[in-house]
């Protein structure tokens, strides 16, 4: 069986969405394209966008990763036309949005109103609490390695509906069965279950 990646940085898994880096060109395979707060550069966001714009082929599935960081040095305003930006693409271009996302996550909620299609926060690991506030707001949650090993995520993953959730490797060095494996455990349902729900939850998201 082959295992659904939601968001990973590895060019040569191709079942899943590979984000690709800034700047470079995308893969005949299934890819998102965004601009990361890390790599924003406040003098030449018009050269940013026209990248983003001009590589988005019939291969992009999604927007991102985009969103809100409080750990990068970029001004908190600049970020957040950054992102409304993205969001406006998403819109129009009608693909759902991947959203990286470092301690913002009410400023990212406040957002999400402009948003028409659907809306990830990729590689969730935080609390219950936020958690909660996000599904309430119907956003998606992919989760990662962390689910692995985090008891306190293990519950968060327990309480996530299985039509709201997307399994991922992100940057990490894993064999995402692991993960289907253990989100299956913690759901009470089988591997094929579990994959067959996350690729329904992917054309879910893919028609708006
Ligand atoms: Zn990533």
Redesign the pocket.
Known sequence: MDFFDF?H?KKNTLYGIY?IDFGTVPPESPYSIGIHPKDITVDSVEEQFSWLESNITENCLAIG?CGLDSMVPIPQKIQEQIFLRQILISNEIKKPLII?CVRKFYEVISFKKKARQAVII??FNKKERIAEDLLKNNFYLSFGKAVLYHLSLQEIVRNTPLDKMFLET??ECFNIEELYSKVSELKGISLEQLNEQILENLDTIKNG
């Open positions: 968001h940085h984000n990763e990286h990729h590689g992100d940057n």
